[in-house]
Structure formats: C-alpha cells, structure tokens
Nanobody
Framework: QVQLVESGGGLVQAGGSLRLSCAASGRTFTTYNMGWFRQAPGKEREFVSAIRWNGGITNYADSVKGRFTISRDNAKNMVYLQMNSLKPEDTAVYYC?????????????????WGQGTQVTVSS
C-alpha cells in the first residue's frame, strides 16, 4: 500500500511557476507508475502527467505539454511536477496518484492510490 501527500500549491500570477511535490510512503513505491491529475470547480478530474516507475517514460496532457515537467526521485520516495508559464485555466486542485500497472496510464479509475490534493490558483 502507498500513502501520498501533496504539497507546494498556492496562489501565483499568470506566467509564474510552481513546483508541486508528492511524498510517498511504502516500501514498494519504486514499483508504481505515478501520475498527476487536477480537478477544477464544476469539472471532472483530468489527467495532467504520468511517469513510469523508473522514470523512463513520461506523458503529458496536450494542455500542459511544454510547460509542465514531471520527475521522480525513487531514493527519496518523491514525485514532482514543475509548472511553468501558468495560466488561469490551470487553476485546480492537483492530485498525486499511484498505479500498479506495467503500462503508463491516463484514466482516473485506473489509479490505485490517491493523495488529498493541493490547491493551485493562478490569477490573471
């Protein structure tokens, strides 16, 4: 089992940057693919980015490609999401999630464990 705790959210002006962190507990963290999702008010939770257990594969939603970068440090049980050139439409609660599958996946219901989320607000 994996427990996840996100941090790093906050209020930032458009064009600014934030770095989200996800701390994972559990001895098997290095066997999980990890993802970041977000949910804006009144909208469904959506995929943002994912990274394979060894960091060898990363994927991004088209809306964040070129602006966000996912990374992980297995020695520290950490996953990060560097967010640059933030836009007001990036405003959402951001969630870290873990997936036991061999494949890097994008659907919310395919992930096994979730954090509580961290709020990101981008002002125009």
């Amino acid at each position: 089992q994996v427990q996840l705790v996100e941090s790093g959210g906050g209020l930032v002006q458009a064009g600014g940057s934030l770095r989200l962190s996800c701390a994972a507990s559990g001895r098997t963290f290095t066997t999980y693919n990890m993802g970041w999702f977000r949910q804006a008010p009144g909208k469904e939770r959506e995929f943002v980015s994912a990274i394979r257990w060894n960091g060898g594969i990363t994927n991004y939603a088209d809306s964040v490609k070129g602006r966000f970068t996912i990374s992980r440090d297995n020695a520290k049980n950490m996953v990060y999401l560097q967010m640059n050139s933030l836009k007001p439409e990036d405003t959402a609660v951001y969630y870290c999630a873990a997936d036991r599958s061999f494949l890097v996946r994008f659907a919310v219901d395919e992930y096994d464990y979730w954090g509580q989320g961290t709020q990101v607000t981008v002002s125009s």
